[in-house]
């Protein structure tokens, strides 16, 4: 018997909801580089590179005013940093072009905070006035440079001549680009996005952004708000937009199996002639550039792949289990019965966690599980956590723009506490909260039954501190959960090698056998409770399941994986 409510990978349900409300996503979702963002994108990632702004800052001090001074310090040093650099790239007449577009509302942003805006229009009033002052002192000043100077706004031509307010919109260009492109591209940024974002949140605090005097805040450049500013609206209703953002996966949705190439050809084709159509008839209406027809059609086709590749494993280990295993009928050698030692050793204040806030075993008396559960209630737990997986990764663009004014929020500052994993900034997210106590309401009404475990929402405190924190733990799942299934889609061609099958034979039984012994263990231990104060909880089912991967080369079928071409979970940081 299955739960009902269920929404497999293949299952109506589940093409349901493949179907995709583009009005409502592009809200979410970002648009795209432009090739001059590109080059400014790149003058971010050398300034974060070098800059040490986090080793500086969040430092264990007494000293109130002292921090303040190390804040203001940190941020202009990376300011003349990413000025030199802009001057030096032989890009600046192209940059000076961007930035100067979006400071006169070329760009369109996703519709901030008043508060934010009110600071910014503030800041910028001292800014002209400080400008107007400093010109009429300057009145003796050589005829050419004045002639230059006039040329340019009252400003000296280059970037690197002027004091960083007068490149405010320089600053805030480049930012908002370096956060647009990290929602874009989750895998990019990896050692520097935290940086990012740090210094962001320390420059919206009221006392140094006076002191500063210069905001560093843009709202996201969003599709849907972009498109509404230009009156191109009518873009994202067009039928044919659904077929050229579509997803293409080389793999049948129900089995799992490739697609033939010819296929999959023929509808990359088609794809792409649907795009050509729009890109003609929305550019030729003088609303919008055809490149930015093309970067906005892109942008939501980039956002569906995002997601589809993120869902599908998720989905795919759901259909396993329900495929496979029975929650009312008990197979003893591939039983999910857990018998945990029913105590918490592992506590919110322990050192023991890794650099994503996610704990691995790190002593013996954190191992084994911390849960018991009957074969049918581990059923059950493993089920509900997958199905809310699969529901937090379908909304992971709102998630990660609600991250970013959490993190950035002028009316919630953050503490420095010692959490247990080092000094960390606690702030409240309660944007962010809103929509995971949305999902898990929908999942626990969804799921036919009763919730199983603890329906806590870590947030804002120890276990996880802040909103940067969240977002960086939940993209890990379709980072360990790829590999899985990749593994378990892939062995039944593996074991078509004379010499594979014959190891597979001899050390498991048979092919479906170690299918099962995967499949068993990691529904088993992957959700045991390990590496978390209770294990129950919403936070403590993620943590589970990436330390069972941190175990995974003392299984029994470890080798087997790495004859699968298997090299890891995580992937690369740059």
């Not at 002292?66 to 600046?92: F, P, W, Y």
């Not at 949305?438 to 996880?464: C, Y």
Request: aromatic share 8%; net charge positive; hydrophobic share 35%.
């Amino acid at each position: 018997m299955r739960l009902m409510g269920k929404a497999s990978a293949g299952s109506p349900e589940s093409k349901a909801q493949d179907e995709y409300n583009l009005a409502d996503l592009a809200r979410w979702v970002p648009l795209r580089l432009s090739a001059t963002e590109r080059h400014l994108l790149s003058v971010l990632e050398q300034t974060l590179h070098v800059s040490e702004y986090t080793d500086h800052v969040d430092v264990a001090s007494r000293r109130g005013g002292m921090k303040t001074r190390r804040i203001l310090d940190g941020i202009l040093e990376a300011c003349h940093i990413s000025t030199g650099l802009a001057s030096a790239s032989g890009q600046e007449r192209q940059l000076a072009s961007l930035c100067e577009g979006m400071e006169n509302g070329m760009a369109i942003s996703s519709g901030g905070s008043s508060a934010a805006g009110g600071m910014q229009q503030l800041l910028a009033s001292k800014k002209k006035k400080k400008r107007l002052l400093k010109n009429g002192r300057g009145k003796k000043k050589g005829k050419k440079k004045q002639a230059e100077q006039e040329q340019s706004g009252g400003l000296p031509s280059s970037w690197a001549a002027r004091d960083p307010e007068d490149n405010a919109s320089l600053f805030q260009t480049m930012f908002e680009i370096g956060r647009r492109n990290k929602v874009l591209n989750p895998s990019s940024m990896r050692t520097t996005y935290g940086k990012l974002m740090y210094l962001l949140q320390d420059a919206q605090n009221p006392t140094v952004a006076k002191s500063l005097g210069f905001s560093l805040h843009k709202d996201l450049v969003l599709v849907k708000p972009y498109l509404e500013e230009r009156k191109c609206l009518d873009l994202l209703h067009d039928p044919r937009l659904e077929c050229a953002v579509q997803y293409i996966d080389d793999r049948d949705p129900s089995t799992g199996q490739k697609l033939p190439r010819e296929h999959v050809q023929a509808m990359v084709e088609g794809k792409r002639k649907v795009t050509e159509e729009l890109v003609q008839i929305y550019g030729d209406e003088g609303k919008l550039k055809p490149e930015d027809v093309h970067r906005v059609v892109e942008s939501l086709a980039d956002a569906i792949a995002y997601i589809e590749s993120n869902v599908r494993p998720v989905q795919q280990m759901l259909k396993y289990l329900e495929d496979n295993f029975d929650p009312e009928r008990e197979d003893q050698q591939f039983s999910l019965a857990l018998r945990g030692s029913g105590r918490s050793v592992y506590s919110s204040s322990s050192s023991l966690y890794s650099k994503y806030g996610l704990s691995a075993y790190s002593s013996s008396a954190s191992e084994g599980p911390k849960l018991s559960h009957s074969h049918g209630t581990q059923y059950t737990f493993v089920w509900q956590s997958l199905r809310l997986w699969s529901k937090v990764m379908r909304h992971m663009h709102r998630l990660w723009v609600c991250a970013d004014d959490d993190l950035l929020s002028t009316t919630s500052s953050y503490n420095l506490y010692n959490t247990g994993q080092g000094l960390n900034r606690v702030q409240n997210c309660p944007r962010v909260r809103k929509v995971m106590s949305n999902l898990l309401s929908q999942t626990q009404s969804e799921a036919g039954t009763s919730w199983v475990g603890l329906s806590v929402i870590h947030l804002g405190d120890r276990d996880v501190p802040n909103a940067l924190i969240f977002i960086d733990k939940y993209t890990q799942i379709p980072r360990f959960l790829n590999p899985l299934v990749k593994f378990l889609q892939d062995l039944p061609e593996l074991c078509d090698d004379d010499r594979v099958g014959s190891y597979v034979m001899e050390q498991f039984g048979s092919p479906e056998k170690l299918k099962m012994s995967v499949l068993a263990d990691y529904f088993k231990h992957g959700f045991d409770g390990s590496g978390d104060d209770g294990g129950s909880c919403i936070d403590g089912r993620l943590t589970s399941s990436w330390n069972w991967t941190s175990r995974l080369a003392k299984k029994s079928y470890y080798h087997a994986f790495m004859l699968s071409g298997f090299q890891g979970f995580d992937g690369d940081f740059r």
